[in-house]
């Protein structure tokens, strides 16, 4: 197998929908996504299908074989595993807006703890600005999201926001590609986790970061940072370079 070698031209692979589900649920196990068996990710295949992880494997030992095709009623169509617990979050969020490429739930660190306190806390800096899009609270907790009366009850609330606080629950991080959901799916976990460090530092309940930064910030569709899943890409494959049968390594 010929190895891979990055040029500025071509940062990383080219990879597969299934293999972009499984670098991105690697890489952001190591970001604090790491809820032991907790967590979904759905690739909109455009046709009324959807890739996603399977339920009983972890996001860091997932590989492209074990990823799953299901439609819109979460009945599976390809694949030798079952769904994922929470997949009506996904179906209704779907359902609801087809034009989102990828979708991931998870019970993230510090974004968990700021959806327990009920609040979405500041940006206090560059990094946790970026990615783009609406934060907001779903503070009315009706049940897991097994039941898919509290799934479409919460993507209701979610309305055309691009990352939401679950209270009582974990994040929901929405994109039109991998890279732009790995940003915000980033930038928030450093956003919720730095507001609590200064929180509990007695720091300032406001940003000191200028209006303008925040609009243009805002204003992103999380996919403007070439480089940054990129090298996430890159660290997951030298971290197990036989994880793809068509990649020997990314050295």
Same mark, same amino acid.
């Given at each position: 197998?010929?190895?891979?070698?990055?040029?500025?031209?071509?940062?990383?692979?080219?990879? *597969?929908?299934?293999?972009?589900?499984?670098?991105?649920? &690697? %890489? /952001?196990?190591?970001?604090?996504?790491?809820?032991?068996?907790?967590?979904?990710? !759905?690739?909109?295949?455009?046709?009324? !299908?959807?890739?996603?992880?399977?339920?009983?494997?972890?996001?860091?030992?997932? /590989?492209?074989?074990?990823?799953?095709?299901? #439609?819109?009623?979460?009945?599976?169509?390809?694949?030798?595993?079952? =769904?994922?617990?929470?997949?009506?979050?996904? /179906?209704?969020?779907?359902? %609801?807006?087809?034009?989102?490429?990828?979708?991931?739930?998870?019970?993230?660190?510090?974004? !968990?703890?700021?959806?327990?306190?009920?609040?979405?806390?500041?940006?206090?800096?560059?990094?946790? $600005?970026?990615?783009?899009?609406?934060?907001?609270?779903?503070?009315?907790?009706?049940?897991?999201?097994?039941?898919?009366? @509290?799934?479409?009850?919460?993507?209701?609330?979610?309305?055309?926001?691009? &990352?939401?606080?679950?209270?009582?629950?974990?994040?929901?991080?929405?994109?039109?590609? @991998?890279?732009?959901?790995?940003? &915000?799916?980033?930038?928030?976990?450093?956003?919720?986790?730095?507001?609590?460090?200064?929180?509990?530092? #007695?720091?300032? $309940?406001? *940003?000191?970061?200028?209006?303008?930064?925040?609009?243009?910030?805002?204003? $992103? #569709?999380?996919?403007?940072?070439?480089?940054?899943?990129?090298?996430?890409?890159? %660290? =997951?494959? &030298?971290?197990?370079?036989?994880?793809?049968?068509?990649?020997?390594?990314?050295?």
């Amino acid at each position: 197998m010929k190895k891979f070698k990055p040029s500025v031209a071509q940062l990383i692979p080219d990879l *597969t929908p299934a293999e972009q589900i499984v670098v991105l649920a &690697r %890489a /952001l196990w190591n970001e604090g996504y790491r809820d032991h068996l907790a967590g979904h990710i !759905t690739y909109n295949l455009g046709d009324g !299908t959807m890739l996603c992880n399977p339920w009983l494997l972890t996001w860091e030992e997932i /590989l492209p074989a074990d990823i799953i095709r299901i #439609d819109l009623d979460g009945k599976v169509l390809e694949g030798d595993w079952p =769904v994922p617990l929470g997949i009506p979050l996904h /179906l209704a969020l779907h359902r %609801a807006r087809p034009d989102v490429g990828i979708a991931l739930h998870n019970h993230s660190e510090f974004g !968990t703890v700021w959806a327990d306190l009920g609040e979405v806390p500041p940006a206090y800096d560059q990094s946790s $600005s970026l990615g783009g899009g609406e934060v907001v609270l779903v503070d009315e907790y009706e049940g897991a999201v097994d039941s898919m009366a @509290a799934a479409e009850s919460a993507i209701r609330s979610i309305g055309q926001a691009d &990352r939401a606080l679950l209270a009582g629950h974990g994040v929901f991080v929405t994109g039109s590609t @991998a890279a732009a959901v790995y940003l &915000r799916a980033v930038a928030l976990e450093q956003r919720c986790k730095n507001a609590w460090m200064i929180r509990v530092a #007695d720091g300032p $309940s406001k *940003t000191s970061l200028p209006n303008w930064w925040l609009d243009r910030m805002a204003g $992103s #569709d999380g996919n403007s940072y070439y480089g940054f899943w990129e090298s996430a890409v890159r %660290a =997951v494959l &030298r971290s197990d370079p036989e994880l793809f049968e068509s990649i020997e390594s990314c050295n």
